[in-house]
């Protein structure tokens, strides 16, 4: 199942994880970077997934009662300085806008001296404070609550070591955020977010993931709870691809977000607020990848089926571009996954191999081939993105017309739940749950050095007892997994009725707690 060190037809030779990975967003033309360091422009192929992306998790998101708005990316100082913990959580991140205008001096353009703004103003990192505000104007009786609201936006934080879709300066993303009345009704909100996130990754992006609540350590600044979904990529690592989060009432002193109960006595909202972003790309890439390139489940796949015409100058080329255009409008009036199949037929002037390979690299669910004989016999030659070769040996299927439109609909499925299965499975083995000690966590890991993080062995995640420990020595624990380069994932949803000892306390245990390296 290891990734790490394989020799990959993307690269040609022996690669590291990362090497495969950005071999991987190059090769499938996802995106690239911008000349601003640390940001990315994300190319049709990339934002064709994010478009998916987007419809498919916004119904999601409505269906719970949600309405869509949006919020300004500029966000004065001032509303930061309320709320003290959230504002260190995020203070080494922010990027600061201190001037309105440029200035031509000494033939430069600079910030005009006179321009100097009274307040500084904060790129969006994330939107609780400016939401929060306007919270407290909206909502005046229980009568307007619950408010739920969720913005599709960018946000910036400015991250020193970057990645492509996993770690960048600014990212798209959703942030949902909710008001209630009572911690009963935001935790909820909470959770039912939760859930969302962890059946839209596994049905949608056919990515397993592992549900459950984050370590205090671990938590958004200034949350009572933060709950994620756990995905494991194919180094081993985690990555986290959704979190929720239960504010309790923190974020509504700060910003007075009130309202007038039954008695006409004031109470403070209980709060949450949750969100994914094009991350979620990255963990699909590191899911389903292969050496080959990219495998795109079918449910976000831009286009479902491509349809390459195998042109040759000769006059039999017009019947073939009949065929195929005949063929790909029959597919659009399937449904495949819920949805009218998305198919393409690909008349770009390039060698009909070099296109067939192209789609391989991007990872379309289906590719055909056509040539003058499947026109003739009313054929289909087609293979599977998810199985696509067995040894070196391409694996090609051939199918009269009429079956192929009629089977095409199974087909996606088939192959959505396949890449599904395989992740599950890879998942499911790669999880240790037998070791009781924090010395056994070292041996199996085993230390590495930061050189040599990225290329480290595939060790998967361990899942053991732990007493939930806090303050110092909750400190003491993060800081003997950082020697290991070990983080505390989650404590699943799931738990069992009982629980050894604590792993680093040797205290009771009172739940579970995943481990591992992450992104």
């Keep these: 199942m290891q990734r790490a060190l394989s020799v990959s037809r993307l690269t040609g030779n022996k690669s590291t994880f990362p090497d495969w990975y950005q071999a991987i967003v190059r090769e499938a033309d996802m995106a690239e970077l911008s000349p601003v360091r640390g940001s990315m422009i994300i190319k049709p192929w990339g934002y064709g997934v994010w478009e998916r992306i987007q419809q ?26 309320k709320e003290a913990e959230h504002v260190e959580g ?33 790129v969006r990192p994330t939107s609780e ?42 990212f798209l993303w959703q942030e ?16 039912e977010a939760l859930e969302m996130y962890r059946e839209f990754s596994e049905t949608v992006l056919a990515v397993p993931v592992i549900a459950g609540e984050k370590p205090e350590n671990e938590r958004f600044p200034g949350a009572d709870n933060t709950f994620s979904i756990e995905a494991m990529m194919q180094d081993g690592k985690a990555l986290q691809a959704g979190t929720s989060h239960y504010l309790g009432t923190s974020f509504a002193r700060a910003q007075n977000i009130r309202y007038q109960g039954d008695a ?27 050496d080959d390139g990219l495998r795109l489940p079918p449910a976000v796949a831009p286009r479902q089926v491509v349809v390459v015409p195998m042109l040759r100058g000769k006059p039999e080329d017009t019947e073939v571009l009949a065929y195929g255009q005949a063929l790909v409008k029959d597919l659009e009036q399937q449904f495949a996954l819920g949805e009218p199949i998305r198919a393409l037929l690909d008349v770009k002037d390039q060698k009909s191999a070099d296109k067939r390979w192209n789609w391989v690299r991007r990872g379309a669910p289906i590719i055909v081939e056509l040539g003058p004989r499947d026109a003739a016999g009313g054929q289909v030659t087609f293979m599977r993105r998810d199985d696509l070769r067995d040894g070196d040996r391409v694996k ?19 192959i959505q739940q396949t890449l599904f299965d395989e ?56 800081q003997k997994l950082k020697a290991f380069k070990l983080t505390l994932r989650n404590a699943p949803m799931d738990q069992p009725v009982s629980f050894g000892p604590c792993i ?8 579970e707690i995943l481990i591992g390296r992450s992104y």
């Design 56 to 81: 498919t998790m916004d119904r999601r998101i409505k269906a719970m009662g949600v309405d869509n708005c949006y919020f300004p990316l500029f966000i004065p100082l001032g509303f930061f300085a």
């Design 90 to 122: 995020f203070a080494k991140e922010m990027a600061v806008v201190t001037h309105h205008r440029l200035k031509l001096i000494d033939g430069k353009l600079q910030p005009d001296p006179d321009a100097k703004l009274d307040e500084p103003l904060i």
């Design 129 to 170: 404070t400016i939401i929060g505000d306007a919270f407290s104007r909206w909502i005046k009786s229980h009568r307007d609550l619950p408010m739920k609201i969720n913005q599709w936006a960018n946000v910036v934080r400015w991250e020193m070591r970057t990645r492509l879709f996993l770690r960048t300066s600014e």
């Design 176 to 191: 949902g955020h909710t008001a209630h009345a009572s911690r009963e009704d935001a935790l909820k909100s909470t959770l």
């Design 264 to 290: 006409g006595e004031l109470e403070f909202c209980h709060t949450s607020s949750w969100g994914t972003s094009t991350r979620l790309i990255g963990g699909l890439i590191m899911t389903h990848g292969d």
């Design 396 to 414: 090609n299927q051939a199918m009269s017309r009429d079956d192929f439109v009629t089977a095409a609909p199974g087909l996606l499925a088939s």
């Design 423 to 478: 992740a599950k499975a890879r998942l499911d083995a790669n999880i240790v749950s037998d070791l009781t000690t924090f010395d056994q966590v070292a041996e199996h890991f085993g230390q590495v050095a930061d050189e040599d993080e990225e290329a480290s062995p595939f060790r998967g995640w361990v899942r053991a007892s732990w007493s939930r420990p806090s303050g110092d020595d909750l400190e003491a624990v993060v």
């Design 504 to 511: 680093f306390t040797g205290a009771p245990g009172v739940e």
